[in-house]
């Protein structure tokens, strides 16, 4: 709940910033929520990003093709692939690199393994040009014959196919509203600009009066406010039930959907409100409306959401509800 | 129901009846008739309001009782305590065994059977707003409890919700706003059995129309106030033996008046709409009514007149988060079972991913309406609150009455599923001002 409402704050003044602060990363979230003891001594501190997606494996995220071989001789991990969109990869000190043990038992060989961002075996190949956080760097790496120690795997090391996705998942459950946050300390900022903005203009909200008997502008303003403040609430609710060791995957996922799709249309709503002045880069609505975008994309896209919440709501596998 | 409302009703089928046959079409008289329909219901069923009972003060108190704020919680939390958890307990199971069978009929009669009403004046969701001293049964006054206890009941039904819990607004007024002698009055009438049915009437039938912005009037006559104007969409107005009817006052803004049925020139007429039909939904017309000076609720303190507004919106909201909650509760094992191209519709995405949204949005308007309620209770403003729900409630709420009809296909458009009384009575919300209090 702390952390929801301290990223709100951050976001309302700049979510890229945000992104490049050290050990926020999704990383460190892995890392908190399955290392042992010893990995906790060992990296504890230390900033780590999160290297999940591949060039042909975005949300099918089971379907990655990066490999994890154990050299019985040294007693190390040797891996090989490639990793996009790798959030702080340039700065952070580690990368949380999933890869698969055996890439013909699926998902439940899926394995994350910490790679020191100074190890030879894992080069960088470039930095992304993005529509928004453009402060955030986005890296591309390419992993050969990438060395790492055997205790550098988070978790069980055994393949565990009936406990299969579940476990690496979870730690989804306690970012995602994390991610809603991000969306909604945005989604705030664009409309404090805006009511601001249409004040100098002559237009207020009125609370009392029906959204009809008022100027379009306002009605529009009120009607953007319930979705963020419905967003705001679900996120709060989402940590809240975490917080209190209450399952929350269904309530996570919905707050990340909500806030990913009302917080966009919130910011590109605002700039048309505020005509060229949003448009252009004077004010900071155009540069929101960039940034807030990914929010609805990275860690499972809206649709991967509303797939998700389906598949509970409905009580269906991920082979019936593909 | 009286001999006359009993013909007046079979009087108002039978012309329906006729309007609904295609032999008028035939002899080509459907044009007249349909004119005869609409003087016919507009001024042919016009009737004296309900001759009522005559409202007697018991006893006087020196000063009005409230009840007591409800111990605010340090945090807004959306867990309920133990007797709210209770009462809603009750509720709910009344919604579904009581409210749910006989939803249909009551829709299609536009009556809610009379037992029913018995039996939920009964469980006390009624008389919430009466403080304790004057026969109420909750020591507090909390909107949170009657927000839980109208989402139960519209899990039910909406419109027999809108039945049950429309005369509660009264003594709820009261009890908030009304001084010692209007409590003495009025209140005790409400505990006892038989309790009479009663009305919080605001909106006017108009496009645009302004809670702020009134055409009902109310002139200073010596001590007292001569009311004129329509009220639109009043539940149970025939039935209904006290109403407080929002009027402007003499041109300073506009208050809150008590006004019994039997009072020389109130009216009332059907106003059947596309919903809330169990409701019965009526006008109340008021000519050159005379009320004495006790009749001015709170005082005509503008802030006492916007509270009513907001609590009544965040009231309509907690029946379009049970409703939705409803729709969803119906929709998941009707999409897992109902079955095309060889495998449940519920595994196609765009069945699936309405069925996510509906979730979402249910819950974005149920924190959204309990934080409205929340900060009613907490002494906070709550107005910025109330009308956010509103829109959310309003928006989503008609879309999620759309999709469920949408879902089920063409059984969605037929009334032996309930879907398409959800999507008649979530209309409500955008429109209605009033009614309901929370
Ligand atoms: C700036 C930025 C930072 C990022 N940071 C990180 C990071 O730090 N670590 C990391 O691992 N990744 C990161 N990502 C990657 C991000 O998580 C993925 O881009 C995202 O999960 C989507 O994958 P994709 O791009 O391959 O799209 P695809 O999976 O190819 O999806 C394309 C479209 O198809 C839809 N779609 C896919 N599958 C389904 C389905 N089953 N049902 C319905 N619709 C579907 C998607 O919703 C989307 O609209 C980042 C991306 C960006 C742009």
């Known amino acids: 709940m702390a952390t929801v409402l301290s990223i709100e704050e951050m976001c309302w003044g700049d979510v890229g910033l945000l992104l490049t602060m050290p050990r926020q990363g999704l990383g460190n979230s892995a890392i908190a929520s399955v290392a ?21 494996s975005g949300s099918d995220s089971a379907s990655i093709r990066t490999t994890a071989v154990l050299d019985e001789k040294t007693g190390e991990y040797v891996l090989n692939g490639e990793k996009i969109y790798v959030t702080s990869g340039e700065r952070a000190d580690l990368v949380v690199v999933w890869a698969s043990l055996d890439r013909d038992i699926g998902r439940a060989a899926i394995k994350s393994f910490i790679v020191e ?6 080069k960088l190949d470039r930095l992304e040009h993005k529509l928004g956080i453009r402060a955030s760097d986005t890296a591309a790496f390419r992993l050969e014959d990438c060395r790492v120690p055997k205790d550098a795997l988070l978790g069980n090391p055994e393949i565990d196919t009936k406990a299969g996705f579940g476990g690496v998942m979870k730690t989804f459950d306690n970012t995602r509203p994390l991610v809603a946050a991000m969306a909604i300390g945005v989604g705030r900022a664009c409309l404090d600009e805006t009511r601001k903005l249409l004040k100098k203009a002559g237009v207020e909200v009125d609370h009392v009066a029906p959204a009809y008997t008022q100027h379009a502008a306002a009605a529009r303003l009120q009607q953007m406010e319930a979705d963020w403040e419905a967003a705001r609430l679900m996120a709060l609710h989402a940590a809240w039930m975490a917080d209190n060791k209450q399952p929350n995957s269904v309530q996570a996922s919905m707050s990340k959907a909500k806030a990913g799709r009302v917080c966009t249309e919130i910011a590109l709503g605002c700039v048309e409100l505020a005509g060229t002045l949003g448009y252009g880069e004077v004010e900071l609505l155009e540069k929101w409306s960039r940034d807030v975008k990914i929010l609805d994309i990275f860690e499972g896209t809206q649709q991967i959401q509303l797939l998700i919440i389906a598949r509970q709501l409905l009580g269906k596998s991920s082979a019936e509800l593909k | 129901m009286t001999t006359a409302d009993k013909s007046m009703g079979l009087a108002l089928r039978a012309v329906r009846t006729l309007a609904e046959s295609d032999l008028l079409d035939r002899v080509g008289l459907r044009k007249q008739v349909e004119k005869a329909l609409y003087n016919g219901t507009r ?43 209770m009462l809603v307990e009750v509720t709910k199971q009344f919604a579904a065994e009581a409210v749910r069978p006989v939803a249909q009929e009551a829709d299609h009669h536009s009556e809610t059977p009379k037992e029913l009403l018995e039996q939920a004046a009964e469980l006390g969701v ?19 409890t009657s927000v839980l206890i109208a989402e139960a009941l519209a899990h039910g039904d909406i419109g027999i919700a809108v039945s049950i819990l429309a005369p509660g607004a009264v003594p709820t007024a009261l009890g908030l706003w009304g001084d010692a002698e209007q409590q003495a009055k009025y209140l005790p009438a409400f505990t006892e059995d038989n309790a009479p049915a ?44 006290l109403f407080i009817v929002a009027a402007e006052l003499d041109g300073s803004g506009p208050a809150l008046f008590l006004v019994e049925s039997k009072t020389e020139g109130v009216f009332t007429e059907p106003e059947p709409a596309m919903g809330l039909r169990a ?22 303190d503008l802030a006492v007149y916007e509270e009513c507004i907001h609590r009544s919106r965040i009231a309509w909201c907690a029946l379009a988060t049970g409703a939705a909650q409803a729709a969803l509760d119906y929709l998941i094992p009707y999409v897992n079972t109902r079955e095309a191209f060889g495998e449940p519709i519920s595994h196609r995405q765009s069945v699936a991913f309405m069925i996510s949204d509906i979730g979402i949005e249910t819950d974005a308007m149920r924190l959204l309406t309990y934080r409205a309620a929340s900060r009613a209770d907490m002494g906070r403003t709550f107005a910025r609150e109330a009308a956010l729900a509103r829109r959310l409630c309003a928006d989503k709420g008609m879309k999620i009455g759309s999709d469920s009809v949408q879902l089920l296909g063409g059984h969605g458009y037929i009334k032996e599923h309930p879907a398409e009384r959800w999507y008649r009575d979530l209309r409500a919300v955008g429109v209605m001002e009033g009614a309901l209090l929370v």
Request: glycine share 10%.
């Open chain 1, 36 to 56: 042992t003891e010893e990995q906790l001594k060992k990296y504890g501190g230390k900033w780590a990003a999160m290297a999940i997606t591949e060039p042909e």
């Open chain 1, 117 to 122: 961002r100074s190890n030879p075996g894992m």
């Open chain 2, 43 to 85: 001024d042919g069923f016009r009737v004296a309001g309900a001759a009522g009972r005559t409202f007697a003060a018991a006893q006087k108190l020196g000063r009005p009782a409230r009840q007591k704020k409800t111990k605010p919680r340090e945090l807004f939390d959306v867990t309920p305590d133990e007797d709210q958890q």
């Open chain 2, 126 to 144: 009624t008389i919430l707003g009466v403080p304790e001293s004057l026969g109420g049964v909750v020591a507090e006054r909390s909107a949170v």
């Open chain 2, 198 to 241: 009663a009305a919080l009437a605001i909106v006017e039938p108009r496009p645009l129309f302004n809670p702020l912005k009134l055409d009902t009037t109310a002139k200073k006559d010596g001590t007292g106030f001569v009311l004129n104007g329509v009220k639109s969409m009043v539940p149970r107005a025939k039935d209904d033996e």
């Open chain 2, 279 to 300: 409701a019965e939904t009526g006008r109340l017309i008021l000519e050159n009514v005379k009320v004495p000076a006790l009749a001015l609720l709170g005082g005509g």
